[in-house]
């Protein structure tokens, strides 16, 4: 699995139509790399958002991929991503400038920064179900949007009821664009979102100018930022951190509320395992306040969250561009190139998870559960882990523990439960619950 002189055979597999590959398929087909891994192995080449590239399976390949970065690989995303996102984002940046920058956006993220966000978002969640209770029967997945764009806008930009303003109906737009063919015509999604973008943009500068002119503020993430520094003392720039601020509502948001109506559907299908949960609030008592440190006495939803993270996880892998030719299982993987790491298809590999399409949270009752670095990688790993990785474990634990302490639901018949795969995972009806109180 190093760089090599020898010429390798690269990965088999098809490049589809000429110019847009099989990016068709990729979007729309929630099967699309299992079936070709049925076909062709670990291993298989395609053409996707008009690049060569090679799909990778498995712990081997997750570890292959992800110590080599800056090295063998860097990130690198679809154009229509990389223009929506904008160059300033973290998620595009690298080496020096990705390590200094990312040690800034950190520390909105540090653990006494988490710790104050709590019970702003216990505020929040205790509104939105008090709502769902009242309307009784709902399609849950646009509500639970909702609620997170109103999370996240709160705890990062300081915004209330966000999801009522046009900054929703803009950021609505921008994500149905990410993943899609980047054709900048008006009726297209891309043309669309690149339009919400730009009115983003706007509003984006005019809180964080407003917020420059007021007095110093760490209630949330970018009172945070407009003072944090890197170890030279630079501060973000105005262009700069408008794009930082698009991604982290992004990644606060888009990824979070998959997570969340994947727990909801897992637990009305599996009501064994929900009623675990509500045991353990009953014995750590239900008058036990939910804050941050409380929430870690929490073992066993901690289990629960992990294995809907395994079985549903929000994002189905990573691009890398190949800064080197390589080799990897027998196969060359050129220069220029790019790789796709799967974490959806890993978590499903019956080797490193025995019974992997049964939920079962056991599986990560001990330390032996759970598996060698790749094997197990929802929020990605190495030096480009998910910076919000905690700020999504801490809403969704207190989302869960909130809900399974006063709350129950049931899905209502005659809906598709299958999940659409873009932007990501989510049932196809929109998940249609009959909600009350206990």
């Known amino acids: 699995m190093t760089a090599t002189n020898n010429v390798k055979p690269v990965p088999p597999g098809s490049f589809g139509l000429p110019v847009i590959g099989e990016s068709l398929a990729f979007v729309t087909d929630g099967k699309f790399a299992q079936k070709r891994h049925q076909k062709y192995g670990d291993v298989f080449k395609t053409q996707i958002f008009g690049q060569p590239t090679v799909v990778l399976k498995g712990a081997d390949a997750n570890r292959f991929v992800l110590t080599q970065e800056n090295q063998s690989f860097e990130v690198t995303w679809p154009t229509s ?140 993430a970018l009172g945070l930022l407009l003072s944090a520094e890197d170890e030279n003392g630079d501060r973000l720039g105005l262009e700069e951190l408008k794009e930082q601020v698009l991604l982290l509502l992004f990644a606060g948001h888009e990824t979070l509320t998959s997570a969340i109506a994947s727990f909801c559907l897992l637990m009305a299908q599996y009501p064994e395992v929900f009623a675990k949960v509500r045991a353990e609030q009953e014995s750590l008592g239900v008058d036990l306040p939910l804050t941050f440190e409380n929430l870690k006495q929490m073992t066993y939803l901690e289990q629960v969250l992990k294995e809907v993270l395994r079985l549903i996880p929000p994002v189905g892998g990573g691009f890398r561009r190949v800064l080197k030719a390589c080799e990897f299982q027998g196969y060359q993987i050129p220069e220029g190139w790019t790789v796709l790491y799967q974490i959806g298809s890993t978590h499903s590999d019956g080797q490193l998870y025995p ?84």
Not at 387 to 404: D, P, V, W
Request: charged content about 25%; glycine content about 6%.
């Open 81 to 220: 991503t990389r223009r929506l996102l904008g160059n300033a984002s973290l998620a595009l940046q690298h080496g020096a400038e990705h390590q200094s920058r990312r040690k800034i956006l950190y520390q909105a993220f540090q653990p006494r920064a988490l710790a104050s966000y709590a019970e702003t978002m216990l505020a929040i969640t205790q509104r939105y179900v008090r709502a769902w209770t009242q309307t009784g029967e709902l399609t849950w997945y646009p509500e639970l949007r909702k609620y997170t764009f109103d999370v996240a806008c709160k705890l990062l930009v300081g915004v209330d009821n966000a999801s009522q303003t046009r900054l929703c109906d803009d950021f609505e737009t921008w994500c149905a664009g990410l993943f899609m063919l980047p054709i900048e015509l008006p009726w297209t999604r891309f043309g669309k979102a690149m339009k919400a973008r730009s009115q983003m943009m706007v509003e984006l500068e005019r809180l964080i100018r407003q917020r420059q002119q007021m007095p110093a503020s760490q209630t949330d």
């Open 355 to 438: 019974n992997p399409d049964q939920f079962d949270p056991e599986r990560f009752g001990s330390e032996a559960g759970s598996p060698a670095f790749g094997g197990y990688v929802p929020f990605g790993a190495g030096l480009r882990e998910c910076l919000g990785k905690e700020f999504a474990r801490l809403e969704m634990k207190l989302f869960a523990a909130l809900l399974a302490r006063e709350y129950t639901w049931e899905l209502l018949p005659n809906q598709d439960l299958s999940l659409a795969a873009v932007p990501t995972p989510h049932p196809q009806d929109g998940l249609k619950v009959r909600f009350g109180r206990r």
